[in-house]
Structures are given as C-alpha cells and as structure tokens.
C-alpha cells in the first residue's frame, strides 16, 4: 500500500503538540484517525514516542490493549517495516510489576506481575499465536485530531508463536477493557468504516453518536459480555439465513437466549467467517445443494472449503444474519443482508471462494470483516449497542 505523505505544516504541528504538557482528551469533539485497507484487515498509523515513531497497527476489536515488537529484541518474528526503538523515545517508561496498572483485576488474563520484577503481558490468539513482552507507557499522538495521551499504556513485544503477519508493526486493540484505545480516550463510543479498497476512518466519541451518524438502513443489536471471553464485544446473533431460509442450528450454538458462556463476535482482524462444528455442518450440506453445479476449485487456500472457478454465470445463493433488535421500536428481530462482495473472496485471479470456514472453538462464532464490507460499525459503549449501517465508506 502507498504510506501518506506527511505535509511540512503538519511536522510543525506535531512539535507543538509534542512540547505541550496537556492531555488532550475528547469532550465535544471526535478524534479520528484515518483507516486504511491493508492483508485482509484494516491498518492506521501511530504516532508514538519522543521524537516520533511511526507505527503501521492492524485493528483489532477483539485485543484489549495494543502492543508493537519492539527492539532490542532477540526472538522478535521477521516485519518488514522497522520495529519501535525503546531506547529512542525520551518518554517512555516501564512498568513495575507492583504498580497499580499492571495489576487492574480487568486485565489478570493478560498481565503477569512478579514482585519487584517489570510488568509484562502474554496475549493469546484464537488461531494459536502468542505476542509476548514488558508492559510500558509512552505518548501517542492522533495528529488528525489534536489528541495527545501522554502516558498511553502499551506493550512492547520480545517474543512470540505462532503466525503473524509481516507487514504490520503493531497491533491497536479496540476490545473490551480498561486499556484499550477507546477507554484510554475515555470514549463513550467508537466507529470504523470498513471499505473494500480506499481508505476511510474510525471515529470515537465523548458520548453515544447522534441520530443523524445512522440512516434507515441501520440496524442496532444489543451487545453482551461473557466471563469465559471478557474482552470480547458479543452481540445477540439469532441466526444465519440462506436465501431467506433460517439454517436448522440450535440458539445455543449462538449463545441466545441461554446460560451460555460462548456466542458469537465481530473480528475485524479476521477476514473470514469462523462457524462452530455444529452450525458449519448445516451449512456446509445448504451450500452445497445451493452451489451444486459451480466448478468446484480442488486446489484451494487452507481452511477454505468452497472455492470456484469464477464464471460470468456464477449466481451466489442470499445470506442473511439475524440478530436481535436494540431498537426500543420495530420488530424483535433485524436481518442484514449480505452482498456478494460480503460473501466471496478472490485469493487469486479467476478464482471465488465463499469467505466462510469451520471454526476450532465449539462455543464461539466470528464474523469477520469481508461480512462487512462497505459498513459502517459503531460501538456505542454507553448504551451496549452494535451498530450496523449498510454506506458507502
């Protein structure tokens, strides 16, 4: 992808902000940082550190806080854009195992805090990677929007498992959580627009948006939270529809209107849609009495089942998502359609294939961002709402 220039007044900009001793946090105005498409997900730039650093973050509504490889660092997986220095930042500071932050009871499955020892985090993956490293403050700077957090909580990565991409620099972690970017900003609320192709933005909020930040189209779905995952956003998924169709799958694998501690969440990091066993079994054999005289594709990527040569004649079946209404008014439930650009990915030319796979956790469904596709997604935080407005970003 092309990296923005940074105009000279710009620069300037920043000096200023950089020698001021204020934190600037949002009230009436809405920081925003522009969104860019980037390896199956969405990326933005990050001003951090004294003089500035500038880091390429994935976003990430699943990760409670975010973090960057940082050198020095022996065991660091390869990326192709330089790593954070430590030593170079005049303001960044570790965090000692007995300080407060390190020990937030919110954050006990991610931070390690061994007495008189530096505070370190160990973030787990559901695709079973690991990023692993010492917790420390530094400042973060949203240039777009005259914000500056001078002691943002970070980490700072020295080792790892698992897969991670190379062109990122840094994770954002918008998920549940005190130290997520949007707790950080005290925000009420937060937005991304996800296009396909040209950059967009994320937006956060003082309070809930205005009515006018939604349209006809929108749909609310209430959100929940679950002990078994606590930094996840779950929302009252009710079911999957295949050309107006509700698949045969009990609530409980969705996680509705029960006990149950699984469910199903919005994963911007993840380009495709992960379906428990039980639920992909019905939909697979739905599919495939849908797509029966497509050519099927034998040589596919890894996971993915339903692959095609791609055809001027190829009719897609109708997807449907079923969620609970937040609306006080209207039906009990809403339904957002699903385009074909939401249900298909191209990993190379000439060939389709339906952006759906089984999942390995049995409790836990993922929509991920090909789902969504010129949406616009708001968490409204303060009134435990997700908010799906059908635009073009």
């Given at each position: 992808?092309?990296?923005?220039?940074?105009?000279?007044?710009?620069?300037?900009?920043?000096?200023?902000?950089?020698?001021?001793?204020?934190?600037?946090?949002?009230?009436?105005?809405?920081?925003?940082?522009?969104?860019?498409?980037?390896?199956?997900?969405?990326?933005?730039?990050?001003?951090?550190?004294?003089?500035?650093?500038?880091?390429?973050?994935?976003?990430?509504?699943?990760?409670?806080?975010?973090?960057?490889?940082?050198?020095?660092?022996?065991?660091?997986?390869?990326?192709?854009?330089?790593?954070?220095?430590?030593?170079?930042?005049?303001?960044?500071?570790?965090?000692?195992?007995?300080?407060?932050?390190?020990?937030?009871?919110?954050?006990?499955?991610?931070?390690?805090?061994?007495?008189?020892?530096?505070?370190?985090?160990?973030?787990?993956?559901?695709?079973?990677?690991?990023?692993?490293?010492?917790?420390?403050?530094?400042?973060?700077?949203?240039?777009?929007?005259?914000?500056?957090?001078?002691?943002?909580?970070?980490?700072?990565?020295?080792?790892?498992?698992?897969?991670?991409?190379a062109h990122f620099s840094a994770v954002l972690g918008l998920g549940r959580g005190p130290l997520s970017l949007q707790s950080q900003l005290r925000a009420e609320a937060f937005s991304l627009c996800l296009s396909s192709e040209k950059p967009s933005v994320m937006s956060f909020y003082g309070a809930s948006p205005p009515k006018e930040h939604y349209d006809g189209n929108s749909i609310a779905v209430p959100l929940s939270q679950k002990d078994r995952y606590p930094h996840y956003y779950f929302v009252q998924f009710v079911g999957?529809?295949?050309?107006?169709?509700?698949?045969?799958?009990?609530?409980?694998?969705?996680?509705?209107?029960?006990?149950?501690?699984?469910?199903?969440?919005?994963?911007?990091?993840?380009?495709?849609?992960?379906?428990?066993?039980?639920?992909?079994?019905?939909?697979?054999?739905?599919?495939?009495?849908?797509?029966?005289?497509?050519?099927?594709?034998?040589?596919?990527?890894?996971?993915?089942?339903?692959?095609?040569?791609?055809?001027?004649?190829?009719?897609?079946?109708?997807?449907?998502?079923?969620?609970?209404?937040?609306?006080?008014?209207?039906?009990?439930?809403?339904?957002?359609?699903?385009?074909?650009?939401?249900?298909?990915?191209?990993?190379?030319?000439?060939?389709?294939?339906?952006?759906?796979?089984?999942?390995?956790?049995?409790?836990?469904?993922?929509?991920?961002?090909?789902?969504?596709?010129?949406?616009?997604?708001?968490?409204?935080?303060?009134?435990?709402?997700?908010?799906?407005?059908?635009?073009?970003?």
């Amino acid at each position: 992808m092309r990296y923005p220039r940074i105009p000279l007044t710009l620069k300037l900009k920043l000096l200023v902000l950089l020698t001021s001793s204020s934190l600037f946090l949002p009230s009436l105005s809405s920081p925003t940082i522009p969104l860019y498409p980037n390896v199956n997900g969405y990326a933005v730039f990050l001003w951090v550190g004294t003089p500035t650093q500038i880091l390429l973050a994935r976003v990430d509504t699943a990760t409670p806080f975010s973090w960057a490889q940082c050198q020095p660092c022996s065991a660091c997986y390869p990326q192709t854009r330089p790593l954070f220095d430590c030593r170079a930042s005049a303001t960044l500071r570790y965090l000692a195992g007995d300080s407060p932050t390190c020990r937030i009871p919110d954050m006990r499955d991610v931070f390690l805090f061994p007495q008189g020892s530096s505070c370190r985090f160990d973030l787990k993956y559901a695709e079973k990677s690991r990023s692993l490293g010492r917790v420390v403050t530094d400042t973060l700077t949203l240039v777009h929007s005259d914000t500056i957090l001078e002691q943002f909580v970070m980490g700072c990565a020295d080792s790892h498992e698992g897969p991670f991409s190379a062109h990122f620099s840094a994770v954002l972690g918008l998920g549940r959580g005190p130290l997520s970017l949007q707790s950080q900003l005290r925000a009420e609320a937060f937005s991304l627009c996800l296009s396909s192709e040209k950059p967009s933005v994320m937006s956060f909020y003082g309070a809930s948006p205005p009515k006018e930040h939604y349209d006809g189209n929108s749909i609310a779905v209430p959100l929940s939270q679950k002990d078994r995952y606590p930094h996840y956003y779950f929302v009252q998924f009710v079911g999957v529809g295949v050309d107006g169709f509700m698949l045969h799958v009990p609530s409980r694998v969705w996680g509705y209107g029960l006990n149950y501690n699984g469910g199903v969440i919005v994963d911007t990091g993840s380009n495709l849609m992960r379906l428990p066993t039980e639920a992909y079994s019905v939909f697979r054999s739905e599919i495939r009495r849908k797509m029966g005289n497509f050519r099927h594709r034998l040589v596919r990527p890894e996971g993915l089942e339903f692959c095609y040569e791609e055809e001027p004649a190829n009719v897609y079946p109708e997807i449907e998502f079923y969620f609970e209404n937040g609306w006080i008014e209207g039906e009990n439930f809403v339904t957002l359609k699903l385009s074909d650009e939401q249900i298909v990915i191209r990993p190379e030319e000439g060939v389709v294939c339906l952006a759906f796979r089984e999942g390995e956790d049995p409790a836990l469904t993922v929509i991920g961002n090909t789902q969504l596709l010129g949406t616009l997604l708001t968490y409204d935080l303060a009134n435990d709402l997700a908010i799906f407005t059908p635009t073009k970003c």
